[in-house]
């Protein structure tokens, strides 16, 4: 499975030849520091971002630039230690009240146990679309990569480049799907105890603040005018089906679609049509 991963990361890398890569990684270029005072800070000449939560406040950042589909790649070091009540978020978004946004984020958790993956994707306004996946790793011991491929046809969640979630377009069935707004990058560290670890059962340990998350070689790969119909319809292939399939299968501890309880009266019409949600 692994040597024929790879050959799907090398059409991977010949398609971003079709994009125009936004960014080498460069945070002062890319990014606006926008709350949090000096908790959110731009190190070791622009390649190195942290943000940092206190019980004071916590901290955010912005893209300068707003993308219409394309990729969006961030290598995150998240908050190590006991981190629970803590919310990591690394999403795109557009903004006003009927805003379009697809969501990752990162909830914490008590020493020792493991990370959420929280993921979500709004559309004119409304989500309520949540998966949620355990990682499979430590993600506070090294950087990891996560990324947000957006197209007309389809979301795909990555992390470390093995897809864990698509989402499809099914607007031919009423479903609506983020295409016309243009979105920023966004992250963000904060206080979310009231929800965010075990329901809320867990709260935060304001003792070990201050807590810290890292970012380096964010790239974004928008689309060029020019040879980009083989991207903007390209699907997993049978390689990256099975290490979604064995995201899901293996890791995944919430989807909306199964969640009967929440959707008495049937569930979301997308659930009924696609397998991969």
Known sequence: MATSWFSVLLLVSIVFSCFLAASAGDFYQEFDL???????????????????????????????REYLFGRIDMQIKLVSGNSAGTVTAFYLSSEGPNHDEI???????????????????????????????????????????????????RITFIVDNIPIRVFNNEESIGVPFPKNQPMKVYSSLWDADEWATRGGLVKTDWSKA?????????????????????WRTQALDA???????????????????????????GRPRECRRSRFL
């Open 34 to 64: 926008t709350w949090g005072d000096k908790r959110a800070e731009i190190l070791s000449g622009g390649r190195l971002l942290t943000l940092s939560l206190d019980k004071a406040s916590g901290s955010g950042f912005r893209s300068k």
């Open 103 to 153: 969501d990752f984020e990162f909830l914490g958790n008590l020493s020792g146990d493991p990370y959420i993956v929280h993921t979500n994707v709004y559309s004119q306004g409304k989500g309520d679309r949540e998966q949620q996946f355990y990682l499979w790793f430590d993600p506070t011991k090294n950087f990891h990569t996560y990324s947000i491929i957006w197209s007309p046809q």
């Open 210 to 230: 201050p807590f810290k998350a890292y970012y380096r070689n964010f790239n974004a790969y928008s689309w060029n005018s020019v040879g980009t119909d083989v």
């Open 239 to 265: 390689t990256g089906r099975r290490w979604l399939r064995w995201a899901q299968k293996y890791h995944m501890v919430y989807n909306y679609c199964a969640d009967l309880k929440r959707f008495p009266h």
